[in-house]
């Protein structure tokens, strides 16, 4: 089974407007981050935000905030505000266990394109 | 700058030929990845060093050899390069702690024909 399950390949939204994309998961350790990852057309891998199995609260980064539902299993990505950008493939990743020599397993992405 | 520094950016080998993709981080960070990138299916591990001195297989280790040369520098080797291996090559660090993201090199593009 997959670790990390982004289920759309592709998504579209207008300049300004709000969008989200899904991320969902699955492991049974109780101890895991989550994280999501920005790679523009450029190509490098930019760290947007963090949201760890204990935080009692969404995290939130200027326009990015990350939707956490524990029980689901899911930590989808809102966007506000898109700008063009914003325009990439976005990716979800997790590290599991509480050590901290884990690895991040990613998702297969998700490319966001905005239009004017 | 600090980061994770990758060369080189390009490379054309043929098949059967070998070659060492050099990365090294100045953030002293104690962790450090390679991942191949392939078109739909996001990143994939290929050997990390836990700490200085240990090196572990990831999900696809097969036809790479790596070398934790110091606590700075993580190189890969392909030994004898197959096409399967054409793709985008990431290193990345990280320092101890579940919390904490990886810092990413610029990557590398291999085409092997």
């Known amino acids: 089974a997959q670790k990390i399950t982004q289920t759309q390949p592709g998504m579209f939204v207008q300049e300004k407007e709000a969008v989200t994309l899904d991320c969902t998961y699955d492991?049974?350790?109780?101890?895991?981050?989550l994280f999501w990852y920005k790679q523009p057309s450029s190509g490098e891998m930019i760290f947007l935000i963090y949201?760890?199995?204990?935080?009692?609260q969404n995290a939130t980064e200027g326009r990015y905030s990350l939707n956490f539902q524990k029980a689901r299993k899911s930590a989808n990505l809102v966007i506000s505000a898109s700008q063009l950008g914003d325009s990439a493939m976005y990716f979800c990743?997790?590290?599991?266990?509480?050590?901290?020599?884990?690895?991040?397993?990613f998702g297969k992405g998700t490319m966001l394109l905005v239009s004017p | 700058n600090a980061g994770v520094t990758q060369t080189p950016k390009f490379q054309v080998l043929k098949t059967g030929q070998s070659m060492t993709l050099q990365c090294a981080q100045d953030?002293?960070?104690?962790?450090m990845y390679w991942y191949r990138q392939d078109p739909g299916m996001g990143l994939r591990l290929i050997y990390y060093?836990?700490?200085?001195?240990?090196?572990d297989k990831g999900e696809v280790p097969n036809g790479y050899n790596v070398s934790r040369l110091n606590k700075r520098e993580f190189s890969l080797r392909l030994e004898s390069a197959a096409p399967s291996q054409t793709s985008v090559y990431f290193c990345?660090?990280?320092?101890?702690?579940?919390?904490?993201?990886?810092?990413f090199g610029s990557g590398t593009r291999l085409t092997v024909v």
């Open positions: 990345a660090s990280s320092p101890v702690g579940q919390g904490n993201g990886y810092t």
């Open positions: 492991t049974s350790d109780p101890s895991y981050g």
């Open positions: 949201q760890g199995s204990y935080d009692q």
């Open positions: 990743a997790m590290r599991e266990g509480f050590s901290g020599y884990s690895t991040l397993t």
């Open positions: 953030m002293n960070h104690n962790s």
């Open positions: 060093s836990a700490s200085e001195g240990t090196t």
